[in-house]
């Protein structure tokens, strides 16, 4: 069974930067698709980030793209989110998601996995 278990989130002032962090237990094959998405109360889930695990290769969403970047510490199994230049809009909570095959994706019912999410709160 795959448990996600995220951390690093807070409160920061606009252009500031945290790094998310998302420890992967359960993990023991290849081709799996990492996730990060993010929700404010009543909109549905964003898909702003994705990594595939066996080529490294990442997609970024156009809403944080050049400010946020994805990656992953394959040994360890974790997965990051650094966010650089932080703007208020991006308060959310942020949630980390892995699926196993299937290719890309931004929709948050194709990931089976989910971590309980990391609040991030940026003041202007």
């Known amino acids: 069974q795959v448990h996600l278990v995220e951390s690093g989130g807070g409160s920061v002032q606009a252009g500031g930067s945290l790094r998310l962090s998302c420890a992967a237990s359960?993990?023991?094959?290849?081709?799996?698709?990492w996730a990060w998405f993010r929700q404010v109360p009543g909109k549905e889930r964003e898909g702003i980030a994705l990594?595939?695990?066996?080529?490294?290769?990442?997609f970024t969403a156009p809403s944080v793209k050049g400010r946020f970047a994805i990656s992953q510490d394959s040994a360890k199994n974790i997965l990051y989110l650094q966010m650089n230049t932080l703007k208020p809009e991006d308060t959310a909570m942020y949630y980390c998601?892995?699926?196993?095959?299937?290719?890309?994706?931004?929709?948050?019912?194709?990931?089976?996995?989910w971590g309980q999410g990391t609040q991030v709160t940026v003041s202007s």
């Open positions: 359960g993990i023991t094959t290849s081709r799996f698709y």
């Open positions: 998601a892995a699926k196993s095959g299937g290719g890309w994706s931004w929709r948050s019912d194709a990931y089976v996995f």
């Open positions: 990594l595939y695990t066996d080529t490294a290769a990442t």
